[in-house]
């Protein structure tokens, strides 16, 4: 039986597995202790018996007026815990977050372009590409801006595709 529960200070030494993939970017402590002491309510861990990490998601609500939202830092799970529908399970749990407590309009994400797995997974949950970022993944790679609406964005605005890409120097940072 799966747990998910709120991400601790004790799984920072347990959960470097997870990290493994070459796809998932991995912070330094300082980087995970911030997260866990601003947006507690974002970060989450999936936990089978005996304790050992299956997959964690961390986030954060940001922005002003209508652009309010929950951002999804990192979601992962390890690959044998994979196809079991974890990632969803978390990114539902934020999701619900940003839009019931928080009131945001939307949640966004970055996913790397040659991620097809993970785009298509997103797409599934309802993300649509909101624009390209032209080389965002250490300044070689461009990332997707990938976009779902939540309830209080009524008329869909936040998720209308820009028609350009954009460069990591445009993004707005709150």
């Known amino acids: 039986?799966?747990?998910?529960?709120?991400?601790?200070?004790?799984?920072?030494?347990?959960?470097?597995?997870?990290?493994?993939?070459?796809?998932?970017?991995?912070f330094n402590m300082s980087f995970y202790m911030t997260y866990l002491a601003r947006w507690p309510d974002y970060f989450h861990v999936a936990e089978a018996p005996g304790n050992r990490i299956m997959g964690y998601i961390m986030g954060?609500?940001?922005?002003?007026?209508?652009?309010?939202?929950?951002?999804?830092?990192?979601?992962?799970?390890?690959?044998?815990y994979r196809r079991q529908q974890l990632a969803?399970?978390?990114?539902?749990?934020?999701?619900?977050?940003?839009?019931?407590?928080?009131?945001?309009?939307?949640?966004?994400?970055?996913?790397?372009?040659s991620n097809t797995p993970a785009i298509k997974m997103y797409e599934k949950l309802g993300y649509i590409v909101y624009r390209r970022v032209l080389r965002y993944y250490s300044g070689e790679e461009d990332g997707l801006d990938m976009r779902k609406a939540l309830s209080r964005d009524v008329e869909k605005k936040s998720v209308i595709p820009l028609k350009r890409?954009?460069?990591?120097?445009?993004?707005?940072?709150?």
């Not at 954060?60 to 044998?80: D, F, M």
């Open 1 to 26: 039986m799966t747990t998910l529960r709120r991400f601790c200070c004790d799984d920072l030494l347990r959960f470097a597995s997870v990290n493994l993939d070459h796809l998932t970017e991995t």
């Open 88 to 113: 969803k399970k978390l990114m539902n749990l934020l999701e619900d977050i940003s839009d019931k407590i928080d009131k945001a309009y939307f949640v966004d994400l970055f996913v790397r372009a």
């Open 60 to 80: 954060k609500v940001e922005g002003q007026g209508e652009s309010w939202h929950g951002h999804v830092t990192a979601v992962t799970v390890a690959p044998e």
């Open 165 to 174: 890409p954009i460069t990591p120097d445009e993004l707005e940072y709150d």
